[in-house]
C-alpha cells in the first residue's frame, strides 16, 4: 500500500516561504511521475508543480518563478519550495503520485497540508 505523508504547511506571511515535503512509503522511482496539487476553499483542485521520473518539470503560471520542485531519491521525499507568498496561494497542497503498469494509471494521494498566507 502505498503512502504519501505531507508537511510543512503553515502560516506565513505575504511574501514569506515555506517548503513542503512528502515522504514516499517506498522508492520513488516505482512512480512515472510525482506533483504537488492545491485546492483552495470553494475550487477545484488544480496542478501546480510535477516531476517526471527523468526528472522533467512542469509549473503552472501561476506559480512559475516562485516554486520549485525537487526530490531526494535516498529519502524518498518530494520537496516544494515556495517563494514570494502570496494570500493568493492560500490552500490545501496535496502531494500526487502516478504509478503505470501495464498502460493503465495508478495516482496516489496524500492527506493534505495546510497552507495559509496572511498577515
Known amino acids: 500500500q502505498v503512502q504519501l505523508v505531507e508537511s510543512g504547511g503553515g502560516l506565513v506571511q505575504p511574501g514569506g516561504s515555506l517548503k513542503l515535503s512528502c515522504a514516499a512509503s517506498g522508492s520513488i522511482f516505482n512512480f512515472s511521475r510525482m506533483g504537488w496539487y492545491r485546492q483552495g476553499l470553494g475550487e477545484q483542485r488544480e496542478l501546480i508543480a510535477h516531476?517526471?521520473?527523468?526528472?522533467?518539470?512542469y509549473y503552472a503560471r501561476s506559480v512559475m518563478g516562485r516554486f520549485t520542485i525537487s526530490r531526494d531519491n535516498d529519502k524518498n521525499t518530494l520537496y516544494l519550495l515556495m517563494n514570494s507568498l502570496t494570500p493568493e496561494d492560500t490552500a490545501v497542497y496535496y502531494c500526487?503520485?502516478?504509478?503505470?503498469?501495464?498502460?493503465?494509471?495508478?495516482?496516489?494521494w496524500g492527506q493534505g497540508t495546510q497552507v495559509t498566507v496572511s498577515s
Open positions: 500526487n503520485a502516478v504509478r503505470i503498469t501495464r498502460g493503465i494509471s495508478y495516482p496516489y
Open positions: 516531476m517526471a521520473v527523468n526528472s522533467d518539470t
